[in-house]
């Protein structure tokens, strides 16, 4: 059973930085492929960054480039979100997600697992 977890989530202010953390497990870690995605009230899921299984290939949402760096420690099984200058538009539940395969994904319906999300709040 492929469990995911994620941490870190919190209220902050603008500017501020926050780390969020996905633990994963039920599964070999280092041969999925994973991402990061939130969602706002009234709004459609978007795409944060995904990363493949070796950390070889990256990719961001525009809103989220040269602000957030994703990342993973496959002999953690986590994967990590670093938020940085977060803004109020940041504000959302922040999900992680992971399935098997070595490519990077950027879209919702090529993942599998989900985890429960984790909330970001920015206020201004």
């Known amino acids: 059973q492929v469990r995911l977890v994620e941490s870190g989530g919190g209220l902050v202010r603008t500017g501020d930085a926050l780390r969020l953390s996905c633990t994963a497990s039920g599964g070999d870690f280092d041969t999925w492929t994973a991402g990061w995605f939130r969602q706002s009230p009234g709004k459609e899921r978007e795409f944060v960054a995904a990363?493949?299984?070796?950390?070889?290939?990256?990719y961001y949402g525009e809103s989220v480039r040269e602000r957030f760096i994703i990342s993973r420690d496959n002999r953690k099984s986590t994967l990590y979100l670093q938020m940085n200058s977060l803004k109020p538009e940041d504000t959302a539940l922040y999900y992680c997600a992971a399935d098997w395969g070595l490519d990077v994904r950027t879209t919702s319906d090529a993942y599998d697992y989900w985890g429960q999300g984790t909330q970001v709040t920015v206020s201004s």
């Open positions: 990363i493949n299984w070796q950390s070889s290939a990256i």
